[in-house]
């Protein structure tokens, strides 16, 4: 399975935009990039994914380096609401595949 | 309201028993998986079904069984040759999408089940 390398934390404003970045070196051209949160206390929710092109969705948006070896995903405006830990995971195109959690980022919102 | 749905959500038991976490989903989903996550840790997979009656280990499959009889169900019995035992294990089920270079996997998860053998 490809790896993704991301931040143990990052911390962000309130109202702020936040940008958290994943690195994935060894994606292959076929690796789907996706996105999940994890509440506290709660399982992990969808957030957004991509292949290649940069993605807005009513939760974020996700921008795909042009060599896709990289990715961050945006939050536009920060809210208390939005901390959770962030996991940036890859999926082979070939449906339905398991999907491998890391570590995460724990992002923290100050008020 | 569609969703996946574990009970219970907290569960105590003594060392040495058997016990079974249930796992339920009405969104029609042909995957599912179980996975065990540890303080501070991400998830760990454990198990996983691709369809009825079929279902392969996952990283950390030791000390655990799974049956996949329904397409709605998916429990998952920590027997007491698992060595710890105590975390929070969460069940999730995907629907593969068709996204026009080939499909992706979207997990839905369930809200968990607090597991802590004393």
């Known amino acids: 399975d490809a790896k993704t390398t991301q931040p143990n934390s990052m911390e962000s404003n309130e109202e702020e935009p936040v940008h958290l970045p994943c690195n994935h070196s060894?994606?292959?051209?076929?690796?789907?990039i996706h996105w999940y949160r994890q509440l506290p206390s709660q399982g992990p929710e969808y957030v957004i994914h991509g292949l290649t092109s940069n993605v807005n969705n009513r939760m974020a948006s996700l921008a795909i380096a042009e060599d896709r070896k990289s990715s961050t995903l945006i939050l536009h405006r920060a809210t208390l609401r939005d901390a959770a830990v962030y996991y940036c995971?890859?999926?082979?195109?070939?449906?339905?595949?398991?999907?491998?959690f890391g570590t995460g980022t724990r992002l923290t919102i100050i008020p | 309201d569609g969703g996946i749905t574990q009970s219970p959500k907290y569960l105590f038991r003594k060392e040495g028993q058997n016990v079974t976490l249930s796992c339920e989903q009405n969104?029609?989903?042909?995957?599912m998986y179980w996975y065990r996550q540890d303080p501070g840790q991400g998830l760990r997979l454990i198990y996983y079904?691709?369809?009825?009656?079929?279902?392969q280990k996952g990283d950390i499959a030791e000390g655990y069984s799974v049956s996949r009889e329904k397409k709605e169900s998916f429990p998952l019995t920590v027997t007491s040759a698992q060595k710890n035992p105590t975390a929070f294990y969460l069940c999730?089920?995907?629907?593969?999408?068709?996204?026009?270079?080939?499909?992706?996997?979207?997990?839905?998860f369930g809200p968990g089940t607090r597991l802590t053998v004393l």
């Open positions: 995971i890859l999926s082979s195109n070939f449906g339905n595949e398991k999907l491998t």
């Open positions: 060894t994606i292959s051209g076929t690796d789907y």
């Open positions: 079904s691709q369809i009825v009656n079929d279902f």
């Open positions: 969104l029609n989903h042909d995957a």
């Open positions: 999730a089920s995907s629907i593969n999408h068709n996204g026009g270079k080939g499909s992706y996997n979207e997990q839905f």
